[in-house]
């Protein structure tokens, strides 16, 4: 079985050995007070920084997902007000969520085929976060992420199914969160949540917490290098791991900008299954998702092909459930799998 699928998606191969060096060396079990766990813990925030290129003032925590990531921005961060900007599938639901803490939170909806950067903002003067999503994977949608346009608000970034696989610009924003099932190509539950000093001095100013996973208790625990409760320790072994093999993000960046480049030649070429890009402004789309569009009975076509060969393709979101299908482009995607995907679609017709 070969995942194309947005999340989870397919595990590095390399992932097996490293589930085997765990339990062979006691990884599996050790306590998150531990000085073994604190060398681990360590050693992973520091590999982060350096492959990621990371800002060394920004701050790494580990939650349980991206969900998680959503609520403690609302419960630690937010002020009074935020701004929900979004136009997908994903942001609508932090949004729905944040709303449930905050009933005055805004929300601004926004076509897909638009960018984020062309829009007419209204007033911010009341709004003390920005809430956006670089990686809108229900519909294949990444946006350009920059502070220019929002004031002095502190900004929050889901980068879900990006994080991993292309260069963000971290200094952009406050808070970047993910989960590590999507592009970091390692087994579902593990969140990672990036912050700013800027972020930190917002949780410090609000001084909450109430809350088991508050900023202010995560950071005091990342300062022992522990965690604000017993986390996945085998995930966070896999992500250092992984994170140590696998080559800077700047050369990963490039490689899924190549990989894209293969599908959207295919598409371009092979308009006979129907389908075309969903996203019609190159600019706008993600590099790591693709979102084919097509009439309900090529998207069934295509979805039980490559089913039939053992392939799963992503299932189209939300609203765009008949009419899309999703193709992950993520690193553990080797050139290979996507010339296996793309054999497999030139010789079925
Ligand atoms: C998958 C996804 C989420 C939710 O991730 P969980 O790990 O289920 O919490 C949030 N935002 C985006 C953009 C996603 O793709």
Redesign the pocket.
């Known amino acids: 079985m070969l995942s194309f699928y947005?999340?989870p998606s397919k595990v590095h191969p390399e992932a097996l050995e490293f589930i085997r060096e765990a339990f062979d060396q006691g990884i599996v079990s050790i306590n998150h007070r531990s000085a073994r766990f604190e060398a681990l813990l360590k050693d992973t925030l520091e590999v982060l920084h350096a492959k990621w290129n990371i800002p060394s003032d920004y701050t790494i925590y580990f939650i349980s997902?991206?969900?998680?990531?959503?609520e403690i921005v609302a419960q630690s961060l937010i002020e009074r007000q935020s701004l929900h900007i979004y136009n997908g599938a994903?942001?609508k639901?932090?949004a729905h969520y944040t709303q449930q803490i905050y009933p005055e939170a805004q929300s601004l909806a926004f076509d897909s085929q638009e960018g984020l950067a062309e829009l007419k903002l209204p007033n911010l003067d009341q709004i003390d976060t920005i809430c956006l999503?670089q990686?809108?994977?229900?519909n294949g949608t990444g946006q350009k992420i920059t502070r220019a346009a929002f004031g002095d608000a502190l900004i929050a970034v889901?980068?879900?199914?990006s994080m991993g696989g292309i260069e963000l610009p971290w200094i952009e924003a406050d808070v970047w969160l993910a989960?590590v099932?999507?592009c970091i190509g390692i087994p579902?539950g593990l969140?990672i949540m990036i912050c700013s000093p800027k972020a930190l001095t917002r949780a410090e100013k609000l001084g909450r917490k109430s809350h088991y996973n508050d900023v202010l208790l995560m950071e005091e625990n990342r300062q022992r290098f522990q965690t604000h409760y017993t986390p996945n320790v085998l995930s966070i072994y896999l992500l250092n791991r992984l994170t140590h093999l696998l080559p800077n993000l700047s050369l990963i960046d490039a490689q899924t900008r190549k990989k894209m480049q293969i599908w959207e030649d295919f598409w371009k070429t092979n308009q006979h299954w129907g389908l075309t890009c969903l996203i019609e402004n190159p600019d706008l789309r993600l590099p790591t998702v693709l979102a084919l569009h097509g009439k309900p009975e090529y998207i069934q076509k295509i979805q039980q092909t490559c089913m039939a060969a053992g392939i799963e393709l992503g299932k189209g979101y939300g609203d765009w459930q008949a009419t899309t299908v999703r193709i992950a482009n993520f690193p553990s995607h080797t050139e290979k799998d996507i010339e296996t995907l793309i054999q497999l679609l030139t010789h079925e017709l």
């Open positions: 947005p999340g997902s991206a969900t998680e990531a959503w994903f942001g639901k932090w999503v990686s809108e994977t229900s889901d980068a879900t199914s989960s099932q999507k579902a969140g």
